[in-house]
């Protein structure tokens, strides 16, 4: 994988903040998908839950109308995010607060639950995360987490390539680069090996290249590696771009595919 600029990370999601949720319906589907699979043994009230990636808190909000009397803790890299998620959701959590998910600066063996939508993609190696949050568990609590991984947006990424070899590229990095699901059980054998994995694709569709490009730029998930293109891409390129990805135009329009991990863990008592 390309290395992941973080502070590019923190400063793109945190500008996104106002425009993200209008077009955050992917990670909206899966965040509740993944709140599906949230099974507490206790009783609501006696709940305390970190929301790890917490972007605006349209998903802890959530967290809180299943858990209203639960104890909840929302958490972003970003601290545009973590200010918007505070000023439009106040009541979704107790506290809000700017962490990075591979250092929480939260207390040890306190949480019954790890959420996590959709954040940990932005690290390069889970690794530091998965002991984060082993750490911050509770003996039997349990992490929730999911994931984009290799293979995401590969109709995006085979445009960028037939473009690079027609106008002979420089070798950049169009797409964001994710784990392969073998990285992703590599890394989980050596922080968590007791974790249940489960892939799922999703496919959205839509009228135009510039609207896919658009609400990638409007959520912050914009190409965000380290080896990214510098400067201005030529138009003759992004024409290029755009002309092979209307060739897996269909029906419905144009397809990007994503594919979506789920982990799940308990910690043993």
Request: with cysteine; charged share 25%; glycine share 8%.
């Amino acid at each position: 994988m390309s290395a992941i600029d973080k502070q590019l990370v923190a400063a793109s999601f945190g500008h996104a903040a106002e425009t993200y949720d209008a077009l955050a319906g992917l990670q909206k589907e899966v965040g509740l998908s993944l709140m599906g699979l949230l099974e507490p043994e206790k009783s609501p009230e006696d709940l305390r839950i970190a929301d790890i990636g917490c972007g605006t808190g349209w998903l802890t909000h959530h967290l809180r109308l299943n858990y209203p009397l639960s104890y909840i803790t929302g958490m972003d890299l970003a601290d545009g995010m973590v200010e918007f998620a505070r000023a439009h959701q106040p009541e979704g959590a107790d506290d809000w607060i700017v962490g990075d998910m591979e250092q929480m600066p939260l207390p040890s063996s306190q949480y019954d639950v790890v959420f996590s939508n959709m954040a940990m993609q932005w690290l390069e190696d889970p690794i530091l995360w998965f002991r984060e949050a082993h750490r911050v568990l509770k003996p039997g609590g349990s992490l929730l987490c999911s994931t984009l991984l290799d293979g995401t947006l590969i109709e995006l990424q085979e445009s960028w390539r037939a473009a690079d070899r027609v106008l002979e590229g420089s070798g950049a990095t169009h797409v964001n680069r994710f784990q392969t699901q073998e990285e992703l059980e590599l890394s989980i054998r050596e922080s968590i090996p007791e974790a249940d994995v489960r892939e799922s694709r999703w496919v959205r569709y839509y009228p135009s290249v510039k609207d896919i490009m658009s609400e990638l730029k409007g959520i912050g998930a914009h190409n965000l590696n380290s080896d990214r293109p510098r400067g201005f891409t030529g138009k003759s390129k992004i024409r290029h771009m755009i002309s092979h990805y209307e060739s897996y135009r269909g029906p419905r329009g144009l397809p990007t595919t994503y594919r979506v991990a789920f982990i799940s863990y308990r910690k043993p008592h």
